[in-house]
């Protein structure tokens, strides 16, 4: 018999079961002495998740007494094998923190110290605020006359660590109160993610999941440092160069996974798609694309319409007025039966793949180098390398990012990366896709249940004053396609929203009534609500009050120094955290007399992860659950139950007093109390009346088996569709699964199918059917992910249960795309259907040798007297500056300063620059330096290193800084956050900031206040 380390401890006594060891055969002598010895002898042994990167490091967390005593790695995890970073290593440290919030604490307005409260004290006079608010400021028509039913006054921000039954219990609320100021920590690291990948594939996740890279033959880092910020993916790309693998990191700094790479090349910060583009080219210049998947699975054949050209840097279609592109004249050409006019020999003009060719002919290596600062040897090393994988028995996988992410052009950098993942055929494979390395645990999660103002749960967009109807709504959100092979999976969409609008309000959701579509709050179309303009609108006086669980924006978004000012013109504050930050005592940072700042604040002690149950979703969409494993610290509550407390005492003020638009609260399906296990079955699902599906009958309120079985006549619920199937009559909650169970052609591939549950669908790779010919034959036999075999699928869930392709009955295998095909050309983006390499918003450059336009046309621009840019080269700020995280903080750094180990190895901010600079600057390592940008300075110790070189852009000598940004004022010493220097600049399709690259100057501090 064969017991697993995991197994092992619990026989040893620290499981609840201690089963004697004698009845294995083993000598027990030897290991109860140990027993004995461990401390964590009778403690209680539970599973819980480490909170920070979406790595997502299962944990074995013991408990006694009621205190967490130990917690280590939890080796049946497959993802970690029981490894843990530093980060995951301090979760005992920072649980048990003599720092934790225990207590509300309110901040009454102009007070200059917080007093403690109780909860009912608290929350009573949180309910009030709400409603007084709302009452005042609901607006149910916008100025054109269209009903809207909304609140602007008041915002909601945060919430990306919560699991995924707090996200939706969270939402519900926020949309019942008609909250439109909506955004989350997704905004600010990974949301041009969704619209990238999802333009290219069909959804907005990472394709394949983190062992799979251990299949690769080639990984291209770009814009991630993931031996640092996301370690254990680091555990799967060493597996992979121990099997020969080439590893490349393109960074603008040397970093360990330079170290642990085949080798690194420096680029200049935003100028990835240059190098990208230049790397399309080299594909199709020496056909080294993949012709037969190129073929049969993009849309390389689609015939662009007559209206479609590109001029000097602007696609077709370009509104001067407006700032934003007609998409019309991105269309494809049509047949009389609206089928998209093809040519398979890949002859026509207009064919994509000859206008992407026609497009990225620009990209030659002389240019791509001197913008880039790659050298040309460097360049063709890089494109020799990874396009080697563009053969049917070879795979590829790209992985980023906020490197990415975080520019003006954040989604087109990774439309690049998905562009060259169909010309090679990387897509749907063992060992290819695109690796999408998301921030905060639960970001995945929280993202698919839509804490971002333009969803709803399961990626709908939220309705808009456009469309005052649900028939309106869903005609204008549910495609049609006229080809019978294409699946086109999203003309289930009214399905999916009748059951969340059921799940919402229940009995009260009527066919008549158009399933409460009344209710939930419209935008007008075009506005933007994301955190850029909530603090804009707020520093402008437009914005009253909010609501921050888990967030720190007055340390983590760009140029601070106007939030934190926005954030003082707040009259009230509600505030959940797990420790002070720079957000929750905003009111007293260095330099502001508390006096005079008005704001009411009720700070709210949030539980910490291991102190509660619930699922979070890693980046690899596994749905996983975590339990509690200990009470939460003092008078801590988890979120949940935060949540719903707020809403049930809105909603009894509204009931027994009236106000504003009682509806959407009053006839909200909401539960009275949190319970993480039910709320995970309304996420799934259940009929609201006896069901027969597949010959067995459900009754009202049985689980719904799948989201293939839910239905838009009001007889099933789902909270979010794309979860409908984890959580069944049958099986139960598949979240809590931790089979290891494989077939011999699963474990190939490091397939562990039973272990937790994914979606869609418990699908662990998708586009798994581009991964096979025609006929349903493997490309790669060795490491086949799916077969059609006597009749069936085996291997991993299909992306779609239809034939192969070639047979009777056979569909295309890109089923969330209308036409059934990944999309080289991508019609649906704001900036244009290819990556186009601009500028940076503030550039060194005073020129783009790719085009007359310097910027991304549409990129969003914040206007106020606080958002200032610098010209193009501008002299007074001659230096590129780029931000990143480190190993031992997470993001804001505003958990993990708690951490007396992690804040020992990294305590303050600091420069990271050449010693090319430091000489031309009289810097010497250690020095202390200020850092300046056109909106304002910061303080930080010069590092002096060799991992910084100065760049050649295009002949003069440039030069990049590198500073972390995860410190803050609250701990003494740290010094301060970067984002006092950074730009309010937004990328057009999801108004990421433009973190990235900006221009700042640094010279030696005369006088030391901060560090
Ligand atoms: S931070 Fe990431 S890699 Fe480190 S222990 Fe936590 S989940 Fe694992």
């Known amino acids: 018999m064969s017991v697993s380390r995991r197994g092992f401890i619990k026989l040893l006594g620290a499981g609840t079961a201690a089963l004697g060891l004698s009845r294995l055969g083993i000598d027990l002598s030897p290991t109860q002495a140990y027993a004995a010895g461990l401390k964590i002898e009778g403690a209680k042994e539970s599973i819980s998740i480490c909170p920070f990167c979406s790595c997502c490091c299962n944990v ?17 995890y497959p993802v970690s094998g029981g490894g843990l970073c530093a980060k995951g290593a301090s979760l005992k ?47 149910a028509k916008n100025a054109s006359g269209a009903v809207v039913n909304r609140l602007e006054s008041v915002f909601h921000l945060g919430s990306s660590q919560v699991s995924n039954e707090e996200a939706a219990v969270l939402h519900q609320m926020i949309r019942a109160f008609g909250i439109v100021h909506f955004d989350h920590q997704a905004r600010i690291c990974h949301s041009p993610s969704v619209p ?11 394709t394949n999941h983190y062992s799979d890279l251990g299949n690769s033959d080639a990984v291209l880092i770009m814009g991630s440092n993931c031996a640092e910020h996301h370690p254990m993916t680091f555990r799967w790309i060493n597996m992979a160069k121990e099997k020969g693998a080439v590893v490349v990191h393109v960074d603008p700094k040397f970093s360990r996974t330079s170290a642990r790479s085949s080798y690194h090349v420096p680029i200049r910060s935003g100028t990835d798609i240059a190098m990208l583009g230049g790397m399309i080219k080299y594909i199709l210049d020496n056909k080294k694309y993949f012709e037969e998947f190129v073929v049969n699975y993009t849309n390389a054949s689609f015939l662009v319409g007559e209206k479609y050209s590109f001029k000097d840097g602007m696609f077709a279609g370009f509104d001067a007025a407006k700032g934003t592109y007609d998409k019309g004249a991105w269309a494809f050409e049509k047949d009389e039966k609206g089928l998209v006019k093809r040519d398979r020999t890949l002859k026509h003009p207009r064919c994509v793949i000859n206008v992407m060719r026609e497009h990225y002919s620009r990209y030659d ?149 158009d399933f409460g579509y009344s209710w939930v709050p419209k935008m007008d179309p075009g506005e933007d609500y994301s955190h850029l303009y909530i603090f804009d609108r707020m520093y402008k006086d437009q914005i009253k009050g909010g609501l921050c669980f888990g967030h720190n924006p007055c340390q983590s978004v760009p140029n601070s120094n106007k939030v934190r000012k926005a954030w003082d013109k707040l009259d009230w504050l509600v505030i959940g955290e797990v420790f002070h930050n720079e957000t929750t005592d905003n009111w007293r940072r260095p330099g502001v007399d508390p006096k005079k700042i008005k704001t009411e604040v009720f700070l709210l002690p949030s539980a910490y992860r291991a102190e509660k149950a619930g699922t979070i979703s890693n980046s690899g969409r596994w749905h996983m659950w975590h339990y509690k494993c200990a009470e939460p610290l003092g008078k801590s509550r988890n979120m949940g139950e935060m949540f719903v407390e707020i809403m049930n005492r809105v909603r009894d003020l509204y009931l027994k007093d009236g106000g504003a638009f009682p509806e959407p609260i009053t006839k909200a399906d909401y539960p009275k109390t949190f ?31 799948g989201f293939p079985n839910l239905k838009d006549d009001g007889s099933t619920t789902s909270m979010n569709w794309l979860y409908c199937g984890g959580f069944t009559e049958e099986a139960g909650n598949l979240a809590k699964r931790r089979d290891l169970a494989q077939t011999p052609m699963q474990a190939k591939i490091h397939l562990f199918p039973k272990f937790a549950w994914a979606w869609p669908m418990d699908r662990r790779i998708l586009y798994n059917r581009a991964s096979v010919d025609v006929n349903g034959k493997p490309y790669n036999p060795d490491k086949a992910v799916i077969e059609w075999k006597d009749g069936k699928w085996v291997g991993d869930v299909p992306d779609g249960g239809q034939p192969p392709m070639a047979m009777k009955d056979g569909v295309y295998p890109f089923i969330m795309h209308t036409e059934g095909h990944s999309q080289l050309f991508g019609p649906g983006r704001e900036d244009g259907p290819f990556p186009e390499h601009y500028e940076p918003a ?10 007359a336009q310097m910027h991304n046309p549409v990129m969003k621009v914040i206007k106020s007297d606080m958002d200032k840019l610098a010209e193009h080269g501008d002299p007074r700020f001659p230096i590129v500056l780029t931000t990143y995280s480190l190993t031992e903080h997470w993001c804001s750094g505003s958990e993990t300063r708690n951490g007396p180990a992690l804040l020992e190895a990294e305590p303050q901010q600091y420069i990271e620059m050449s010693h090319e600079l430091a000489k031309e600057k009289g810097v010497k390592n250690g020095d202390v330096v200020i850092v300046e940008s056109l909106r304002g300075k910061t ?16 002949g003069k000598t440039t030069h990049l800084v590198g500073m972390p940004f995860c410190f803050g004022w609250t701990k003494p010493k740290c010094g301060d956050t970067t984002n006092r220097v950074t730009v309010s600049i937004g990328d057009p399709n999801t108004s990421i900031p433009e973190y990235k690259a900006c221009l700042v100057n640094v010279y030696k501090a005369t006088k030391v206040t901060e560090l």
């Open 365 to 513: 290596l002389d240019k791509v180098s001197s913008v880039t600062g790659v050298s040309k040897a460097d360049l063709l090393r890089v494109y020799e390398d990874f396009s080697a994988t563009g053969k049917p028995n070879k795979a590829g996988a790209f992985v980023y990012a906020l490197g990415w992410t975080q520019h003006s052009v954040g989604v087109q950098n990774i439309r690049a990366s998905g562009l060259i993942q169909q010309l090679l055929g990387n897509v749907g494979v063992a060992g290819g896709g695109i690796a999408a390395l998301r921030g905060e645990p639960n970001v995945q999660g929280t993202t698919d249940h839509a804490l971002l103002y333009g969803y709803l749960p399961g990626y709908h967009s939220t309705p808009t004053a456009k469309y005052q109807s649900l028939g309106e709504y869903l005609k204008a959100y549910t495609p049609k396609s006229a080809d019978p092979m294409s699946v086109n999976w999203w003309q289930n969409r009214p399905k999916y929203v009748v059951s969340l609008l059921k799940s919402w309000y229940g009995d009260n959701a009527t066919k008549d009534n």
């Open 60 to 76: 074995l967390v013991h408990a006694k007494d009621g205190k967490i005593i130990n917690v280590e790695g939890d080796p049946d």
């Open 93 to 139: 440290s920072l649980h048990n923190s003599p720092e934790r919030l225990t207590k509300p604490l309110y901040r009454a307005p102009g007070a200059t110290k917080w007093v403690e409260k109780d909860w009912d004290w608290m929350m009573e006079r949180i309910a009030k605020r709400i409603k007084n608010q709302r009452d005042r400021d609901f607006k």
């Open 675 to 705: 319970d993480a296990e039910a709320v995970a079955k309304r996420i799934n699902g259940v009929f609201t009346r006896e069901t027969t599906v597949g010959g067995k009958t459900y009754q009202r309120g049985q689980c719904v088996p």
């Open 196 to 206: 990238a990948l999802a333009e290219c594939f069909g959804r907005g996740a990472m």
């Open 939 to 954: 303080q930080a110790v010069a590092m002096v290193t060799v991992r910084v070189k100065p760049f050649t852009i295009m």
């Open 842 to 851: 503030e550039t060194p450059l005073t020129v783009n040798p790719f085009s």
